[in-house]
């Protein structure tokens, strides 16, 4: 990358971190609060842990529709100020329908498809899987940052701390994005990146995308609904205080992503990573089964470490391969649809996941909000036996100006390439959008290409 490209995709990976911060920190201690916070039940309080869930699913394809006409950097910085005064409002807040309120504003800053669309419009098409390769890595430290950072905030300064201090986090994202992050000569539309409308009906009836998107819903559903259970049955069940859970959550997390890596690495080498994803659901149902267990056997620290160990593994798994499953089957010039589509089935799992598990701790008690993952995870597991997906590759490529309105030409041309499975342009044909066979034409291949003139 050049120094511009640089400083946009450190700029963007860190407004993008510090935002998932304010968001995760409150849910490793949110519910050791639940005795302390005027008017607060089990329902009450998983409203409140999932229901930025709701407004970052409703709001975050419009945010990023909108981007293309108003510019990236408003809407960021719109969404940042949303953020901002959710979080101060949560703060200050004195019953949990306040902290509810403020959970719903801080989730309206949906921000993640137009810092997407803006990395697109700063980085170069050949450099820009870097860039989102960073993004996604800052986000996987994020989490484990924000779980070990939330209980050492709340020793110190309590709920409220949490939440002060991520109405700074945002503010200091605010000053990333204006005295860091590069501004662009100008907007385009990235359908590789950012939805479109016209394209939504196409991609939502796709069954291959419908599989994917009902399991990231499953998938932190249950996670939204085990951290209803987990802070409480470390502190009353377990004994461990609620200042030394961050001893718990980053041993648990490492071990986690470390056992994960040889799942990611065997299925793309072997080129069975569905397989690979179908065990890890397998396994996720397998960890909700004896979570249950071990509240009703009264198990000790070591075994819930153990099986939370397996969780994350599971999880990490799950969440790093099924977007990459979301690239291979998307069309296309219609992979930020696909994008946004799947990124709202994930938001409305954690607003689910946050009312079904606060609902079942009051009806049922935690048992039942373990169980509860259980048929969800298998009847996923069962409906994802029917998706086989193509070991394609994607490439974005620059389009010279000496091809401008030879546009047919282009595509026929393309088509007619050993190894092109599709192809397409971007509205603005500036963008070549290619799905590959595995031994298909390379990015330096294609540009190298590109570069020279028709019927030269």
């Given at each position: 990358m050049n120094p511009r490209e640089l400083r946009a995709t450190t700029g963007l990976a860190a407004i993008y971190g510090v935002r998932m911060a304010g968001l995760f920190m409150v849910l490793?201690?949110?519910?050791?609060?639940?005795?302390?916070?005027p008017g607060a039940?089990?329902?009450?309080?998983?409203?409140?842990?999932?229901?930025?869930?709701?407004?970052?699913?409703?709001?975050?394809?419009?945010?990023g529709l909108l981007s293309d006409r108003v510019g990236r950097k408003p809407l960021i910085l719109a969404g940042l100020l949303l953020f901002v005064a959710g979080s101060v409002l949560a703060a200050v807040a004195e019953t949990i329908h306040g902290i509810i309120l403020g959970r719903a504003l801080q989730g309206a800053g949906a921000?993640?498809?137009?810092?997407?669309?803006?990395?697109?419009?700063?980085?170069?098409?050949?450099?820009?899987?870097?860039?989102?390769?960073?993004?996604?890595?800052?986000?996987?430290?994020?989490?484990?940052?924000?779980?070990?950072l939330g209980p050492v905030v709340d020793q110190a300064a309590g709920l409220s701390g949490i939440f002060g201090l991520s109405a700074l986090l945002g503010l200091v994202a605010i000053v990333i994005l204006f005295l860091w992050v590069p501004t662009p000569a100008r907007?385009?539309?990235?359908p590789d990146m950012v939805p479109v409308w016209s394209a939504l009906p196409r991609v939502l009836r796709a069954p291959d995308l419908l599989r994917l998107n009902l399991g990231i819903f499953v998938l932190h559903l249950v996670l939204a609904?085990?951290?209803?259970?987990?802070?409480?049955?470390?502190?009353?069940?377990?004994?461990?205080?609620?200042?030394?859970?961050w001893k718990f959550y980053v041993p648990v997390l490492l071990a986690g992503f470390a056992l994960m890596l040889p799942g990611i690495i065997f299925g793309e080498r072997r080129r069975r990573v569905h397989s690979v994803l179908r065990g890890a659901i397998a396994l996720l149902a397998g960890v909700q089964i004896l979570l249950a267990l071990l509240v009703l056997d009264g198990g000790g620290l070591w075994t819930l470490a153990a099986l939370m160990v397996l969780f994350f593994a599971a999880?990490?798994?799950?969440?790093?391969?099924?977007?990459?499953?979301?690239?291979?089957?998307?069309?296309?010039?219609?992979?930020?649809?696909?994008?946004?589509?799947?990124?709202?089935?994930?938001?409305?799992?954690?607003f689910a996941g946050g009312v079904l598990g606060g609902v079942l701790l009051t009806l049922v008690g935690p048992v039942g909000v373990f169980l509860a993952g259980v048929p969800l995870l298998l009847a996923w597991w069962w409906i994802a036996r029917g998706m086989h997906p193509r070991y394609r590759s994607n490439r974005v490529v620059a389009v010279p100006d000496h091809w401008s309105g030879r546009d047919a030409e282009l595509l026929r041309a393309l088509a007619a390439w050993p190894g092109v499975h599709e192809a397409d342009l971007s509205p603005d044909a500036g963008s070549l959008y290619l799905k590959v066979e595995p031994g298909g034409p390379d990015t330096p291949e294609l540009t190298a290409w590109l570069a020279r003139k028709p019927g030269a």
């Open positions: 490793p201690v949110f519910m050791l609060h639940a005795d302390r916070i039940t089990p329902l009450l309080m998983g409203l409140a842990l999932g229901i930025y869930g709701l407004t970052q699913a409703v709001l975050q394809i419009p945010f921000v993640a498809a137009v810092i997407l669309a803006l990395t697109a419009d700063l980085v170069g098409e050949e450099r820009r899987m870097r860039a989102l390769a960073v993004i996604g890595l800052t986000i996987g430290l994020t989490f484990t940052a924000a779980m070990a907007a385009r539309a990235h609904a085990n951290f209803l259970v987990i802070p409480v049955l470390l502190v009353e069940t377990l004994g461990l205080a609620g200042a030394s859970h999880f990490n798994l799950l969440e790093a391969g099924l977007p990459s499953l979301i690239a291979r089957v998307a069309p296309v010039a219609h992979k930020g649809t696909a994008m946004g589509g799947f990124a709202t089935a994930q938001f409305l799992g954690i």
